[in-house]
């Protein structure tokens, strides 16, 4: 099977089988919330784009007539829901342009659309732009996926030059630039790092969704370092580690969002924005185009539900939410002394 076909099915097939920890994350009730449903505006900023809601579609996939086909779905459902989206990797275009289209439909199918090209961390300058013509993308992403490479056998294994490379991309690109983790998460330090060479908006995209140590090791026969399933740190303790950080950078989240009260911690715990890919993709394989759009509907009617009633009138308003941690999130604010 196609290597991008096998990564959607077997994302789809491990779907919400990890630990997730934003259920060790609790809110404090307000019994004077002090505010209508009517008063709450969703909206929110990203890379200089308003968004009308706090969530987007993140990367997901492209490069065979089967993504093709979800790509064009996954467009619709953004453009139904006015949805920012990005697409999955574009490096399969930019090796054999054949395969152009099954990322170019997102750009045909939501032409008014906030669409985001993506790309990974060794990608040349050149190449980055290639990335962003294909289709006038918006704003490009860069993904950062060492321990997927690692895991699997044909796979990068220098990572050393990573940083030079985002540098150069950051300073030559005309759209702007968001940096990626795939589902492993960051560090306060690595945060740091980013900003020190220019980049303004990072999105930590964490563990508990989709793990792509878990499916690249699905896919062979003889399985390498299958203990790193689980491996980086959850979305939820990269967003804390985001607090911490000496940088002055926009912080979005992604991994494990499961609904629209995922969204709603996130947010809580400093996200500009929040993204989603697994539970989407999923929806739209088990249910279709229709009941996905359905799905993000009712998330963005949740929302104004959840922001009434803790009182919150706009999204930059629940950052300052109080919050209780349980379990491992706790254990990790202890051990990297988050207070
Ligand atoms: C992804 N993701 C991803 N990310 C990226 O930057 N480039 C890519 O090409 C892909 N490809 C991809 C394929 C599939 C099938 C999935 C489900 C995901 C990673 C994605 O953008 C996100 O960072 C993680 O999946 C964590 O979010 P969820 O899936 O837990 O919501």
Request: proline letters at 2%.
């Given at each position: 099977m196609n290597r991008k076909d096998e990564h959607v099915?077997?994302?789809?097939?491990?779907?919400?089988?990890?630990?997730?920890?934003?259920?060790?994350?609790?809110?404090?009730?307000?019994?004077?919330?002090q505010l209508a449903?009517?008063?709450?505006?969703?909206?929110?900023?990203?890379?200089?784009?308003?968004?009308?809601?706090?969530?987007?579609?993140?990367?997901?996939?492209?490069?065979?007539?089967?993504?093709?086909?979800?790509?064009?779905?996954?467009?619709?459902?953004?453009?139904?829901?006015?949805?920012?989206?990005a697409t999955g990797s574009v490096s399969a275009a930019l090796k054999d342009s054949s395969l152009a289209d099954s990322y170019t439909v997102m750009r045909e199918e939501y032409p008014e659309g906030k669409i985001l090209a993506n790309i990974g961390a060794g990608t040349s300058v050149e190449k980055a732009q290639e990335a962003i013509q294909l289709f006038h993308a918006d704003a490009l992403q860069i993904h950062l996926n060492a321990p997927q490479e690692l895991v699997m056998p044909e796979g990068d294994r220098d990572f050393s030059n990573w940083l030079e490379l985002i540098q150069e991309?950051?300073?030559?690109?005309?759209?702007?630039?968001?940096?990626?983790?795939?589902?492993?998460?960051?560090?306060?330090?690595?945060?740091?790092?980013?900003?020190?060479i220019g980049v303004k908006t990072i999105d930590v995209s964490g563990r508990g969704g989709t793990s792509f140590t878990q499916i690249e090791n699905a896919r062979r026969e003889k399985r390498e370092l299958t203990y790193l399933a689980d491996w980086g740190q959850s979305t939820v303790t990269s967003l804390l580690e985001a607090h911490e950080a000496n940088a002055t950078v926009d912080i979005l989240a992604s991994g494990g969002i499961r609904s629209a009260y995922d969204i709603f911690k996130a947010l809580c715990l400093g996200a500009q924005a929040v993204g989603t890919s697994g539970t989407v993709l999923t929806h739209l394989m088990n249910h279709g185009v229709e009941?996905?759009?359905?799905?993000?509907?009712?998330?963005?009617?949740?929302?104004?539900?959840?922001?009434?009633?803790?009182?919150?009138?706009?999204?930059?308003?629940?950052?300052y939410q109080s919050l209780i941690f349980a379990g491992a999130v706790k254990d990790w604010c202890e051990a990297r002394e988050i207070s």
């Open positions: 099915s077997l994302a789809k097939a491990f779907h919400n089988k990890q630990k997730n920890e934003f259920d060790a994350v609790h809110l404090i009730h307000n019994a004077l919330p449903t009517t008063d709450v505006d969703l909206s929110t900023t990203v890379a200089g784009f308003t968004l009308t809601s706090p969530f987007y579609i993140n990367a997901i996939t492209g490069g065979s007539e089967k993504t093709k086909k979800i790509n064009r779905d996954l467009a619709i459902v953004a453009r139904e829901t006015d949805l920012m989206i991309i950051q300073q030559t690109i005309a759209v702007p630039l968001i940096v990626k983790e795939v589902g492993f998460g960051m560090t306060r330090e690595t945060i740091e790092q980013l900003a020190q009941e996905t759009i359905l799905l993000i509907k009712q998330w963005q009617e949740e929302l104004r539900l959840l922001y009434t009633l803790v009182g919150a009138r706009t999204t930059n308003e629940l950052k």
